[in-house]
Nanobody, 118 residues
Framework: QVLLVESGGGLVQVGGSLRLSCAVSRSHFSLNAMGWYRQAPGKQRELVAIITSGGGTNSADSVKGRFTLSRDNAKNIMYLQMNNLQPEDTAVYYC????????????WGQGTQVTVSS
């Protein structure tokens, strides 16, 4: 089992910045992928940014150039630095991890609310 605990959400004005953190209970070496998703009211959950075990990364076009995913491997913490926030970034942000190997499972954090006011 993988426990994921997010923090860092809040209310910010347009153009502002926030950094989300996700404490992961297992080393990234035991995970196939780690990343962030978000879900806005009335919409489906969507990928924000993800990194795979091979180091490959992917992010939504809407956040490219504004959001950066990083991780502190020594502390097992993953971050999402969000700059130039816009009202359409308002959503609940979820930390995500997928385990390695046969029977791989997906795990989610409890979510943290990000609200961007105009």
């Amino acid at each position: 089992q993988v426990l994921l605990v997010e923090s860092g959400g809040g209310l910010v004005q347009v153009g502002g910045s926030l950094r989300l953190s996700c404490a992961v209970s297992r080393s990234h070496f035991s995970l196939n992928a780690m990343g962030w998703y978000r879900q806005a009211p009335g919409k489906q959950r969507e990928l924000v940014a993800i990194i795979t075990s091979g180091g490959g990364t992917n992010s939504a076009d809407s956040v490219k150039g504004r959001f950066t995913l990083s991780r502190d491997n020594a502390k097992n913490i993953m971050y999402l630095q969000m700059n130039n926030l816009q009202p359409e970034d308002t959503a609940v942000y979820y930390c995500y991890a997928q385990t390695l190997g046969p029977g791989a499972k997906n795990y989610w954090g409890q979510g943290t609310q990000v609200t961007v006011s105009s």
